[in-house]
C-alpha cells in the first residue's frame, strides 16, 4: 500500500471515530436529578384573604389570613383580635417518603419574646380517620391535644432570649424529645429561612443553611413515612411564606 493510501485510511478511520464518538455522546442521557417538586405556594395570587384558601385549615387562635403575599396566624395576646394563644395551619395533603421541606418564617410581635416558630411533620391519626376529621377537637389549639397523634415536631423559639434560640425535635405520639440544641438566635423583624429533610429515618433541621438537629429517629414510635404538615405557634404573631415540599 503506498503512502496517499496510507493516509486516507488513517484520515478516514479518524473521521469515523469522531462519528461514533458524536453518536454516543448524544446517545448518552445527561444526568437526570430524582427530585420532584410536590407542592409550592408563595401565597401571592389571593389578594387580602380574610381566610385561608381551599386545602388549608385552622384550629386555635381565628386571627389567621393572606396578607401582603404571607400566611399571617395571630396568637400573642394584645387584643388585636386573636382569641386564643396558639395558632395551627394544617395543609390537608399527605406526602410519603423521602422529602424535604421549605419555607421562610417572619415574626412580627411577640409577648416576653416568646418568638415561637413551630412545626408538624409528617403527622396523622392513628385511628386512621384524615387529621382533619377531628379538627374540632381541637378548636383551640391547646398543644397537649396534639401528642396523641402521630408524627414529629419541630419548635425554633428564643422563650424569652432571642440571641440564643431552642431547637427541639420531638416524636408523637407521647411527645418523645430525640434531639435538643441551643445555638443561633431567634429574633424579631427578621426573616429566617428553614428546611427540614428526612430521608429515611434519618431527620435534619436547618435554618439559613446550617443544620441545628440532625439524628436518626430509632427510639421511640416507629419511624414516620407518610402524613401531612402543618405550621404552628403560641404567643406569637408571624408569617410563613414560600413553602416548598420536593420529593427526594
Not at 479518524?14 to 455522546?25: D, E, P, Q
Not at 394563644?85 to 424535604?100: C, H, M
Request: overall charge negative; some cysteine; charged content about 25%.
Amino acid at each position: 500500500m503506498n503512502m496517499r493510501a496510507t493516509s486516507i485510511k488513517t484520515n478516514l478511520l479518524f473521521v469515523v471515530g469522531i462519528l461514533l464518538a458524536l453518536i454516543v455522546s448524544c446517545r448518552s442521557p445527561s444526568p437526570v436529578s430524582a427530585e420532584k417538586v410536590l407542592f409550592q405556594e408563595d401565597f401571592n395570587t389571593y389578594g387580602g384573604l380574610s381566610t385561608l384558601p381551599d386545602g388549608w385549615w385552622h384550629e386555635g387562635s381565628n386571627a389567621v389570613r393572606i396578607e401582603n403575599g404571607h400566611l399571617r396566624a395571630d396568637a400573642n395576646l394584645d387584643n388585636n383580635g386573636e382569641d386564643y394563644d396558639a395558632s395551627t395551619i394544617w395543609l390537608e395533603k399527605v406526602f410519603t417518603g423521602d422529602i424535604r421541606v421549605e419555607f421562610d418564617a417572619h415574626i412580627l410581635a411577640s409577648e416576653e419574646d416568646k418568638n415561637n416558630i413551630n412545626f408538624f411533620f409528617l403527622f396523622s391519626d392513628p385511628s386512621g380517620e384524615p387529621v382533619s376529621e377531628s379538627k374540632n377537637e381541637r378548636a383551640d389549639g391547646k398543644y397537649g391535644k396534639y401528642h396523641t397523634l402521630e408524627g414529629y415536631v419541630f419548635t425554633f423559639l428564643a422563650n424569652g432570649n432571642p440571641d440564643k434560640a431552642r431547637f427541639r425535635f420531638r416524636d408523637d405520639p407521647g411527645f418523645n424529645l430525640l434531639q435538643e440544641n441551643f445555638a443561633y438566635e431567634c429574633k424579631q423583624h427578621k426573616t429566617y429561612h428553614i428546611t427540614i429533610t428526612r430521608i429515611a429515618n434519618r431527620i435534619a433541621y436547618a435554618v439559613d443553611g446550617t443544620v441545628y438537629l440532625d439524628t436518626i429517629d430509632d427510639v421511640a414510635n416507629p419511624e414516620h413515612t407518610s402524613g401531612i404538615i402543618g405550621f404552628r405557634t403560641w404567643h406569637t404573631d408571624l408569617w410563613w411564606d414560600n413553602l416548598k415540599v420536593t420529593g427526594l
